[in-house]
């Protein structure tokens, strides 16, 4: 075994513990600043945050109603380096970034790109109501196309151009030959009839020379099944859940424009982990964690 001089041990041990005063220190400065700028924002707003607080969901409500999450990533050299972000978007917007922006600031820059997307959405939304769009449930705010069924085992898919939303959209026809081949023509033959004034889902049947299906009853009350605390569909199977264990969502948001699934469990273990909760013999009284409308749950039905 090495030996080392007894000052050279002492010297040895004196950078170690610097070292883990300056790791702690720095560990330290890095959560006030992250807690402080959540405070900034606003932790009405905040979805997620992760137990080394380097990523963070928040919950953003757009003009319209719709309720949008965008999920960032601090690095550990934040706030020098830019975090990264992610959301349910088409397209991620280009981030501005300097040593002073905070959390706030990145917040605006998403909601300014959430207000560029509104006439892309009103189109899609018009879609997902009028016609009989194939695999609409649960669809993706990121995807800007539409199957939809023309009847007749005909399918159209219509991709919406980002850049210009309202314009006449790809399209691709699938089903028997004889009747793709038909509406194939037909639809290059009106191309030009496209009218950007006009509503879009009056020029695609202006433009196919037919009426369009309606969207099936049982298409439009569809649910959620995903849970928006745990991303989960089932709770796992767990002795302590009791009759719970391994079930499916079982609360729905009452705001038309969220909708938002829960495990009633899942809800309930939220409203504990917030000050603004409050609680009424077996039941916890707070507001949903999408859109902030009222929501109620038994403590019964949550974990103790």
Not at 18 to 35: D, G, K, L, M, P
Not at 256 to 270: E, Q
Not at 277 to 292: E, M
Request: hydrophobic share 35%; charged share 25%; proline share 5%.
């Amino acid at each position: 075994m090495v030996q080392y001089p007894i000052e050279d041990t002492w010297l040895l041990h004196f950078e170690l513990e610097q070292s883990r005063c300056t790791e702690s220190a720095n560990s330290s400065s890095f959560s006030r600043s992250v807690y402080s700028e959540i405070e900034e924002v606003g932790w009405e707003h905040l979805v997620r945050l992760s137990e080394d607080l380097k990523f963070l969901s928040f919950r953003v409500i757009d003009k319209k109603g719709r309720v949008h999450c965008m999920e960032i990533q601090l690095d550990k050299n934040y706030p020098r380096s830019p975090p990264s972000i992610s959301a349910d978007v088409p397209y991620i917007f280009n981030l501005k970034w300097s040593r002073k922006s905070r959390l706030k600031d990145l917040l605006q820059q998403f909601r300014e790109h959430l207000e560029k997307l509104q006439e892309i959405w009103n189109i899609l939304d018009e879609i997902d109501k009028s016609l009989w769009v194939i695999d609409l449930k649960n669809p993706s705010r990121a995807n800007v196309c539409r199957q939809i069924n023309l009847g007749y085992n005909c399918i159209i898919m219509l991709s919406i151009h980002i850049d210009d939303p309202s314009s006449l959209p790809e399209c691709r026809f699938m089903g028997s030959d004889p009747m793709v081949n038909s509406l194939r023509k037909t639809w290059q033959r009106n191309s030009k009839r496209w009218n950007k004034d006009k509503p879009f889902v009056e020029n695609v049947a202006n433009l196919l020379e037919t009426q369009l299906p309606r969207p099936p009853e049982h298409e439009n009350n569809y649910q959620q099944v995903e849970c928006g605390i745990c991303y989960a569909q089932f709770l796992p199977i767990d002795e302590e859940l009791g009759a719970k264990s391994g079930g499916g969502t079982d609360y729905t948001c009452d705001n038309s424009s969220c909708s938002k699934a829960f495990h009633s469990v899942c809800l309930g273990d939220w409203l504990r982990s917030i000050t603004t909760a409050r609680k009424s013999y077996d039941v916890l009284f707070g507001n949903c964690p999408y859109c902030s409308e009222p929501v109620a749950v038994k403590i019964s039905i949550a974990r103790k």
